[in-house]
Nanobody, 129 residues
Framework: QLQLVESGGGLVQPGGSLRLSCAASGFTDDDDYYAIGWFRQAPGKEREEVSCISSSGGVTNYADSVKGRFTISRDNAKNTVYLQMNSLKPEDTAVYYC????????????????????WGQGTQVTISS
């Protein structure tokens, strides 16, 4: 089981930027591959996937609502995944979570919510003037 810790949330004005980090630990096998996803949940709404990145870092996906504004990346030497968020809008306000999915290949992208087994505790992002 992996341990995931998110950081970087905060309060910013509309149009501003934030970079979230997801630090992973607890790897037991260097040959295992893990894709990482970012999710968010706003009050009264269901949790939604924002973006995900393959273990290799070479394959990424984004929700339509964040395409062109958010960029996901990873530094495998540091076991850390980043979510750069630009042009933030009030509707981006939510608790952001990262999650890990064991992957059969280095370039695998999870297709189901149930693929993600390990979750962080979340970090609050608030966009307000």
């Amino acid at each position: 089981q992996l341990q995931l810790v998110e950081s970087g949330g905060g309060l910013v004005q509309p149009g501003g930027s934030l970079r979230l980090s997801c630090a992973a630990s607890g790897f037991t096998d260097d040959d295992d591959y893990y894709a990482i996803g970012w999710f968010r949940q706003a009050p009264g709404k269901e949790r939604e996937e924002v973006s995900c990145i393959s273990s290799s870092g070479g394959v990424t996906n984004y929700a339509d609502s964040v395409k062109g504004r958010f960029t996901i990346s990873r530094d495998n030497a540091k076991n850390t995944v980043y979510l750069q968020m630009n042009s933030l809008k009030p509707e981006d306000t939510a608790v952001y979570y990262c999650a890990a999915a064991w992957s059969p290949t280095h370039h695998y992208i999870p297709t189901q919510y149930s693929d993600y087994n390990d979750w962080g505790q979340g970090t609050q992002v608030t966009i307000s003037s």
